[in-house]
DNA sequence: CCAGACGTTGTT
DNA sequence: GTCTGG
DNA sequence: CCAGACGTTGTT
DNA sequence: GTCTGG
């Protein structure tokens, strides 16, 4: 699956030059840090189309649909299957208007059971930014009256790289089908779902990335397997 | 018609 | 075992 | 995704 | 909001 991921790029403006779209507004205020542990809940970028332009902006992890009765739900709303998407009820309406491009520069994958679950890292060969394919909607919170953004990262079957750590990874689109992905027909972009082909390296990082309070550099530098220390 | 669901992962 | 929070 | 909590009462 | 099941 897809529940972990990285973006180093801390400048937005570096980020939304990549995707050729305009920086929202209302990102303007927020510093950026390096991230190197983006988990489920938190705010993550995201690229989405505003009439006919691509708007850089911050969504958070988990879909709350609008029609929530509360905000809870986005908890277990973190990932949408490939296979299904199209098919089930919460994500069927989104898939036709509201898809969305989550830039990323590495995900994580885990293996081995939950004494001693091992994360390793997946980039692409050149370690340049790339696309996770996403759906986002907005809730208004019935009591406040303020809207929340969330959004949900599809995956897809793992390519051979992944399989060996796997059975899931995210659904990264080429560069090339990214604006076919946000203004096509769902058909067109429906085909756009399918295991990344292109080269990919992978390493085993920290175990300390388990736990979702670290975020710093030395959790994605390699480590050997067999060295690492208990941490918990 | 109304009521009720609407999700994925991993693990067993 | 299952849910919540990050 | 993984980690960590999972509870109430009364008192400070 | 929209679809499925009864």
Redesign the pocket.
Known sequence: ????FSLKEAEVRKVAVRFRATVDARLSAEPMRPRYNI????NVLAVRMEGEERILGSLKW?LV?????DA?VG???????AE??RE??????LFRTRRCLVPCDAFY??T???AA?Q?YAFARADGALFAIAGLWDAWSDPQSGSVLETVTLI?TQPNAMVSVI???MPAILREADEEAWLTDTPDAAAALLRPFGGEMRSWPVS?RL????FDDASLIAPVRVSEQPEL?
């Open positions: 699956m897809c529940g972990r988990a489920p809940t938190q988990g649909p609008s029609w929530a009765k809870s908890n277990q709303m973190t990932n949408a299957r299904t998407v089930r009820l919460a994500y069927r309406q994958e885990w081995g059971e939950r679950k994360p995956t796997h059975d899931r175990r388990n736990s979702a309070r918990f």
